[in-house]
């Protein structure tokens, strides 16, 4: 009778831990938040949306998304550089 009220406080600690384990699957920006990543990300949007609106042609579109690229790139390895000289 022991044994069945054991598994049943497991069963019952195991459901209850993995219940708001549906929103960090389904969106895991909620946990996992980099300022420098969305930064990127809402400037890369942004001249999207300046592309779609007919603001700014392809051929601007392409050489801005490029040079977005490959700053983002650039400060990617500046800090991934810094952080292995503090090893």
Known sequence: MKKIWVYCFILALLT???YGMETIID?????????????????????????????????EYLEEKKRLEETYIREVR??????????
């Not at 420098?36 to 603001?55: C, D, F, P, S, T």
């Not at 500046?78 to 090893?87: K, L």
């Open 16 to 18: 209850g831990c993995s």
């Open 78 to 87: 500046e800090r991934e550089d810094e952080m292995e000289s503090f090893r």
């Open 27 to 59: 969106a895991p920006g909620v946990v996992l938040k980099d300022p420098h990543y969305a930064g990127h990300v809402k400037k890369m949007e942004n001249l999207e949306r300046r592309y779609l609106q007919k603001e700014i042609n392809y051929a």
